[in-house]
């Protein structure tokens, strides 16, 4: 892709840029040359699976990429790094999110839900806007707070850090725009984001050493890391306490919010698709609170979520860097290349999804619709894939069905603006305004 081509369109939309690229390629391996910077973009799914699970060693992270020295400075060395370090917060949190453990936490996680639901009937009523984004961060945090960390985590300090980690995404974009500057080069938001992980770190660490004092016998993620034990029976240094802490603290809240943050507007723009959902969470929930046992009739409501992780997957971009010489797709890569996947860019490509891929489409997710035409199963990978695939993925789907359900089986919404807004470049995709909308209470809506 030649520089005149490439370059204005990163600069104008990068996110449609590699949509663009990936259907001028066909999907073929294509060098970007993004003037200093010359990676290669991959969106073949069969050459995301060998670069993500098949050869996955030659493929690691590599720190020197703009995206992963950016998420080494917030979390350090554990869930999130590569080698020993990852091995290690791997089989210490792994078990956490075993699909048996999630389920048995989801009537608690519905009541944190619908309590936090309950606050937004004041602005309802007065016909207030509210900031979609803001208050699904509320709703994330009443749940996951209390119901993964034991209440160790306060909902207040909880939305603190929320706000940390939305000032950190911001402040990566100078960086991840302009790959290859030194980071001793200061670059515009440094400042920031370092103050951001300061006020993280001012908020964790003081719980955490808490938490050490009295660890407690429970099976929340601070007493999973206080109990744990190396292989020569050691505790764990604070430092990788730490480091997964706030690795655990992100991989719980941050996709849920932004996922979800784009369904309203989608909503607005395909009214076919909303009226059946709505239809749905009407039969199944009815005005009463959402139950574990609903979720497995919210058919649709999983269908519709499948749809918007395609269309608006949270991580956006997966840099890998070459650590040995390798042939992809018949191109030689050389060791120390940079290698840029794109959830968003394979999962909106015609290729894969035909001429419609832009177009939001739940039935693509019908049961037993899933791998029609024979997709191939890396044609949709929003959560990663191979052995660093997210541990939060059955998380987000339980607690995404809980949020959407309940909301829905007690307003419908007016968008301030019904536009679906545009992407801005961060470390995950967010919209590029607010998302406002004026609720309207339901006539059964339960009010406390």
């Not at 590599?62 to 917030?74: E, P």
């Not at 080069?185 to 964790?204: E, T």
Request: with cysteine; charged share 20%; net charge neutral.
């Amino acid at each position: 892709m030649p520089a005149w081509k490439a370059l204005p369109a990163a600069v104008r939309d990068a996110h449609q840029a590699l949509v663009d690229v990936g259907n001028w390629s066909n999907g073929d391996v294509v060098r970007l040359s993004l003037g200093v910077s010359r990676p290669y973009l991959v969106t073949n799914p069969a050459h995301v699976q060998e670069v993500l699970h098949e050869r996955a060693a030659i493929y690691p992270r590599g720190d020197d990429t703009a995206l992963w020295r950016s998420v080494r400075k917030l979390v350090g060395d554990g869930i999130l790094a590569e080698g020993e370090s990852w091995v290690a917060s791997r089989r210490i949190l792994a078990p956490l999110f075993r699909p048996a453990r999630l389920n048995a936490m989801i009537e608690p996680m519905a009541s944190a839900v619908a309590a936090a639901v309950d606050e937004l009937h004041g602005a309802a009523s007065a016909g207030t806007p509210i900031d979609v984004g803001r208050e699904l961060s509320k709703i994330v945090c009443s749940a996951i707070m209390r119901v993964f960390f034991a209440d160790r985590i306060t909902v207040s300090d909880a939305l603190q850090i929320m706000a940390a980690q939305e000032m950190i995404v911001n402040a990566m974009a100078p960086r991840l725009l302009a790959p290859v500057v030194p980071w001793w080069i200061p670059m515009p938001g440094d400042r920031r984001f370092a103050a951001a992980v300061k006020s993280i770190d001012d908020i964790l660490l003081p719980v955490l050493r808490q938490a050490q004092r009295q660890p407690g016998d429970g099976d929340d993620v601070l007493s999973a890391l206080v109990r744990a034990r190396t292989d020569d029976g050691r505790g764990l240094s604070e430092k990788q306490m730490r480091d997964d802490l706030v690795s655990m603290v992100a991989v719980t809240t941050e996709t849920s919010y932004v996922v979800l943050t784009w369904l309203w507007p989608v909503l607005a723009n395909n009214p076919d698709v909303a009226t059946r959902l709505y239809d749905e969470i009407e039969q199944v929930v009815g005005g009463g609170q959402v139950r574990s046992h609903h979720l497995a009739e919210l058919t649709y409501t999983k269908m519709v979520l499948e749809e918007l992780l395609r269309l608006y997957p949270a991580g956006w971009i997966v840099p890998r860097r070459a650590a040995a010489a390798d042939i992809l797709g018949g191109v030689r890569i050389e060791k120390g290349t940079t290698i840029i996947l794109s959830p968003y860019a394979t999962q909106r490509m015609t290729a894969w999804w035909g001429p419609t891929a832009e177009v939001f489409d739940p039935e693509r997710f019908a049961p037993g619709r899933e791998d029609a035409g024979g997709r191939h199963r890396y044609a949709h990978y929003p959560f990663g894939a191979g052995m660093h695939r997210c541990l939060g993925e059955h998380l987000f789907n339980l607690e995404a069905s809980l949020i959407v359900a309940t909301l829905l089986s007690r307003f419908r919404f007016t968008l301030t603006d019904a536009s679906i807004p545009a992407t801005r470049v961060a470390a995950s995709l967010r919209p590029a305004r607010k998302v406002e909308m004026i609720l309207k209470p339901l006539a059964h809506s339960p009010t406390r």
